[in-house]
């Protein structure tokens, strides 16, 4: 069905006024996807199709369809109304689906209240510079809807934390690529051996975490460099990175199998809180024991937050 309704508008589209194929999209309610950890976000350009009729069937644990960077400014209409259509053709959805629309005064604030009545369960906001844009953002955004930032100017990166911090924010993406452009720094510095990278990855971490947004890790642009891509992850994963942007299923399963809790860590998690809760009840907070080592409830809350990523992320 879904491949279906694409075909048809994208046939309407060069035959037809604009208003008359918005007359034919009609938003169903959506049930909202919660998820708030995920790994592996998989970027798809709305004008494709082909690519958006595979959703069902793609391992990412989130989408984001794509109005923005990668799509022509003569597709970005139809890659508007097939994004709304694929919103509306998957209701329910094990997928986070979001939009990464594009930024506000270049035509972000009408896709925004155009997809507001389709219900993605979040938007996302390039080149956002203030407090302000985050505002205004989401003043235009539906309540049911989250708000995510992509963090690839200087000033968002001079205000990450106030920015990150506004109550509707939920995840901020690193771009860093507008980011070094932004800040006129050549991109090859771009490489996981240069300490700036690692500062720079650390601060973005740290400050997300802190303000309790989810830190979402750049995209690797070449797609065809696997043993590239699984450095920059293996690295990011030793950071404490739990969520990459990725551009290729095969990318997807990289960040999916190295982002993933390992079996011996959940079990071992289980073990801490079965046997703290067992020793709390009896009034003891803090004890040693000959398998685990010492427990008290700093180690036990670490264990619970492990077992939830882990749940969160299907156990796998």
């Known amino acids: 069905m879904l491949n279906d309704e694409l075909e048809h508008i994208a046939s309407l589209f060069t035959c037809k006024d604009i208003s008359d194929i918005d007359a034919l999209i009609q938003p169903r309610q959506r049930t909202y996807?919660?998820?708030?950890?995920?790994?592996?976000?998989?970027?798809?350009?709305?004008?494709?199709?082909?690519?958006?009729?595979?959703i069902p069937d793609v391992k990412a644990d989130c989408i984001m369809l794509n109005l923005e960077d990668g799509v022509a400014p003569s597709l970005k209409p139809l890659a508007l109304r097939q994004c709304a259509v694929t919103l509306s053709e998957l209701p329910t959805c094990s997928k986070k689906l979001v939009v990464r629309v594009n930024p506000l005064d270049a035509g972000?604030?009408?896709?925004?209240?155009?997809?507001?009545?389709?219900?993605?369960?979040?938007?996302?906001?390039?080149?956002?510079?203030?407090?302000?844009?985050?505002?205004?953002?989401?003043?235009?955004?539906?309540?049911?809807?989250?708000?995510?930032?992509?963090?690839?100017?200087?000033?968002?990166?001079?205000?990450?934390?106030?920015?990150?911090?506004?109550?509707?924010?939920?995840?901020?993406?690193?771009?860093?690529?507008?980011?070094?452009?932004?800040?006129?720094?050549?991109?090859?510095?771009?490489?996981p051996h240069n300490p700036m990278i690692h500062t720079i990855l650390s601060h973005f971490l740290l400050t997300c975490k802190c303000v309790g947004v989810e830190?979402?890790?750049?995209?690797?642009?070449?797609?065809?460099?696997?043993?590239?891509?699984?450095?920059?992850?293996?690295?990011?994963?030793?950071?404490?990175?739990?969520?990459?942007?990725?551009?290729?299923?095969?990318?997807?399963?990289?960040?999916?199998?190295?982002?993933?809790?390992?079996?011996?860590?959940?079990?071992?998690?289980?073990?801490?809180?079965?046997?703290?809760?067992?020793?709390?009840?009896e009034g003891v907070s803090g004890f040693s024991d000959a398998e685990l080592g010492f427990?008290?409830?700093p180690i036990y809350k670490g264990a619970l937050a492990l077992l939830q990523m882990s749940a969160s992320s299907g156990g796998s």
């Open 33 to 54: 996807n919660a998820l708030r950890q995920y790994r592996s976000v998989l970027m798809l350009s709305a004008h494709n199709r082909k690519h958006l009729g595979k």
């Open 108 to 191: 972000g604030e009408e896709e925004i209240r155009y997809l507001n009545a389709f219900m993605p369960d979040a938007i996302r906001i390039p080149k956002v510079r203030t407090l302000k844009d985050v505002t205004r953002a989401a003043a235009l955004l539906d309540a049911s809807i989250e708000l995510h930032l992509s963090i690839e100017t200087k000033e968002a990166w001079l205000a990450l934390k106030e920015l990150a911090e506004h109550t509707r924010v939920y995840a901020c993406y690193l771009g860093i690529l507008d980011l070094f452009a932004d800040m006129q720094l050549p991109q090859e510095l771009i490489e």
């Open 295 to 297: 427990i008290d409830e």
């Open 215 to 281: 830190p979402v890790s750049f995209v690797f642009q070449n797609y065809h460099d696997e043993a590239g891509f699984e450095t920059w992850v293996r690295l990011e994963k030793r950071m404490g990175f739990r969520a990459k942007g990725c551009l290729s299923p095969a990318q997807v399963r990289v960040v999916n199998e190295l982002f993933a809790v390992e079996p011996d860590a959940v079990k071992r998690a289980q073990k801490i809180v079965t046997l703290f809760e067992a020793r709390h009840a």
